[in-house]
Every structure is written in C-alpha cells, then in structure tokens.
C-alpha cells in the first residue's frame, strides 16, 4: 500500500509570485485535505477535496486555490505569494468522513523570500 | 468556532517517568478527538483516536487518552516514556457533523532525557 506522497519536498519562492504544490493520495482514498503549519503552531486546515469537488474551506483567501483529479490526486496553488505563506504544506488522504483517519504526507516546506 | 487548547508548549522527562499532555477542546457537541505525533522532519502519524463507546483509548506503543467530555478533555499519558518518544504531539478535534477537516492545538513538544 503506497501513502501519501507530496512534492516538491522544498521550494524557495519571492512576494508575488505563484506555487504549485502536489499531492498523492493514498490508494482507496477519494478524500484530500489540505493544512498550512507555520513554525511552531498546529496545522491549520486550507480546504479539503472530495471527488474533485470543493468540500470545505477554512479561513484562507482566495488566491489558495485546488484541484484534485480523477485518480484523486490534487494540487495546492497559492497566488501572489507573501512572506507569511512560509510554512509546512501537509497534504493528507482519507476516505472522507469525520471519523476517519487522515494520513499525512511528509509535506512541502515553502520558504517565501 | 471549535478551537483546541494544548497547555504545554515543552514537556522535559526523563526517561522511564510518566508523562501527561494535556488537551481541552471548546465545544461540548458530538465530536471526535484525535491525538497525532511528528517526529522531527516528518509528517503527523495517528496515535490514537476517540470516536464513541469506551472513554480510554490505547496506542500500540503505550500511550492512552480518556475522553472526560464534561471537563472537554482528551488528556494523553504514557506510565513510563522512552528517548524514541520524543516528538511533538498534537491534539486533533473533528465536529461530527463536519466535513472532517480537523481543528489543532499549537502542539507540546516532549523532549525525554536519559
């Protein structure tokens, strides 16, 4: 059984521009989570994916956007980046309920400079 | 809103000695609480869950949590700890009603000395 795996494992950005971050689910998962931890705080959740459709948001704007894809993978996008967009980018795949567990990806740190 | 308190940012042990982190979660609905470990340089990995019925859970590798829903509380302890251990530890909460998207407290990191 493969896990969940994101890339790239780093990434060095400047204000303004855009990233992409990638994620794959782990097999039989149809669920994706998306959450952003800074340094020294827990995740905060960014949205979620279910069958390629938008599931829920938290209190992120709109320039973090995603997509996920047929095979339930899914891309992060972030726009016009800021120095506060610096943090860990944890994916994590479920089967899409509540009490189900999500397992998380070793993440994406991203460094905007 | 549901929100996760972690007390403890640090917690210093030495090795063998019990060890509590502590968890209070906001709201008294339907919830599940989850309890997930990072090692240094990874990912969360599920340590143990609660969803419904018996109010003390167990991970395979020693550690427990009792649900004590009228203190909201999901307190995480291990009798005797080892080196291996340390990480930090994060508390998880879920609304039953919810998508599944996992509310967190800021983390305790416990650092166990020999």
């Known amino acids: 059984e493969t896990g969940v795996t994101q890339s790239p494992t780093h990434l060095i950005k400047t204000r303004g521009q855009q990233v992409t971050l990638r994620c794959s689910s782990q097999?039989?998962?149809?669920?994706v989570s998306w959450y952003q931890q800074a340094l020294g705080q827990g995740p905060q959740f960014i949205f979620q994916y279910y069958r390629e459709e938008e599931n829920g948001r938290g209190n992120f704007p709109p320039r973090f956007s995603g997509l996920q894809f047929p095979n339930y993978s899914s891309e992060l996008n972030v726009n016009a980046l800021e120095l506060d967009d610096s943090a860990l980018y944890l994916c994590?795949?479920?089967?899409?309920?509540?009490?189900?567990?999500?397992?998380f990806g070793p993440g994406t740190r991203l460094l905007v400079l | 809103a549901q929100s996760v308190t972690q007390l403890d940012s640090q917690v210093p042990v030495f090795e063998e000695a019990p060890v509590e982190l502590r968890c209070n979660y906001s709201s008294s609905v339907s919830v599940y609480l989850f309890w997930y470990v990072q090692y240094p340089n990874q990912g969360l990995q599920l340590l143990l869950k609660y969803l419904s019925g018996s109010t003390l859970v167990e991970s395979i590798n020693g550690f427990e949590a009792e649900f004590n829903k009228s203190q909201t509380s999901f307190h995480l302890r291990k009798p005797s700890v080892h080196i291996s251990d340390t990480a930090e530890y994060f508390c998880?909460?879920?609304?039953?009603?919810?998508?599944?998207?996992?509310?967190f407290g800021k983390g305790t990191k416990l650092s166990v000395k020999p």
């Open positions: 994590a795949s479920s089967q899409g309920t509540a009490q189900e567990t999500q397992y």
């Open positions: 998880a909460v879920s609304d039953e009603g919810s998508q599944g998207n996992l509310i």
């Open positions: 097999s039989g998962h149809n669920t």
